[in-house]
């Protein structure tokens, strides 16, 4: 399975962008699918997360601005990030298949995009 995510960029606080991750490999609807982010300098951390039957979860500093959605057509995962502040400044990767339930470590995914910065200024 190969995943390359696109969407990243530059945008002013309150602003929003739409990430992608298309992936290839005909299991993609059965695979949960996620976000991580990595700000600069620290550890990269869990965003969202999409099951393969559409149930989601959002870290609190998710909740209410993004959005996690699939398409199982077009083999893509969508993050949509609205009222983006400067803290959401980071690199941005999808992950696919998390292996255990504790999805929200970065170490219990199968594959990874490679990532797309995002970048919020004040």
């Known amino acids: 399975v190969q995943l390359q995510a696109s969407g990243g960029g530059s945008v002013t606080a309150g602003g929003s962008l739409r990430l992608s991750c298309a992936a290839s490999g005909h299991s993609f609807r059965s695979y949960s699918m996620g976000w991580f982010r990595q700000p600069p300098g620290k550890e990269r951390e869990f965003v969202a997360r999409?099951?393969?039957?559409?149930?989601?979860t959002y870290a609190d500093s998710a909740k209410g601005r993004f959005t996690i959605s699939r398409d199982n057509v077009k083999y893509t995962v969508y993050l949509q990030m609205n009222n983006l502040k400067p803290e959401d400044t980071a690199v941005y990767y999808c992950?696919?298949?998390?292996?255990?339930?504790?999805?929200?470590?970065?170490?219990?995914?199968?594959?990874w995009g490679q990532g797309t910065l995002v970048t919020v200024s004040s």
């Open positions: 999409i099951s393969g039957s559409g149930a989601t």
């Open positions: 992950a696919g298949q998390s292996t255990t339930s504790n999805f929200q470590s970065q170490y219990n995914w199968r594959y």
